[in-house]
Nanobody, 125 residues
């Protein structure tokens, strides 16, 4: 049971990237999938989260209106569409999964039991 995060890269300020979080060996049904990020020298922070079965989403204030989280339930993939990227968005992005309905309220990530390996996003000119 693993998660595979991908899609990071180098992008100029104002650009876009789409991150993907794919399951390896399990269905996302009844899971909540969150995206977290950690910049060098900073603590990990929650970015966005989705209840795959229910469709509800949450966003950190700094990414509202710029990032969109979505899921493909048939393929068990969660996407994070990131637009209008800023240098402050530079970080390693991780996806995490939790079975149940309370994980999206966990902004620390401590409750999530399954983590992907991280994908680096660099926003720079």
């Amino acid at each position: 049971v693993q998660l595979q995060a991908s899609g990071g890269g180098l992008v100029q300020p104002g650009g876009s990237l789409t991150l993907s979080c794919a399951s390896s060996g399990f269905s996302f049904e009844n899971y909540e999938i969150g995206w977290f990020r950690q910049a060098p020298g900073k603590e990990r922070e929650a970015v966005s989260c989705i209840s795959v079965s229910g469709g509800t989403t949450t966003y950190q204030d700094s990414v509202k209106g710029r990032f969109t989280i979505s899921s493909d339930r048939e393929k068990n993939v969660v996407f994070l569409q990131m637009n209008s990227l800023e240098p402050e968005d530079t970080a390693t992005y991780y996806c995490a999964g939790g079975f149940g309905k309370w994980y999206c309220g966990d902004t620390t990530g401590q409750l999530f039991g399954i983590w992907g390996q991280g994908t680096l996003v660099t926003v720079s000119s």
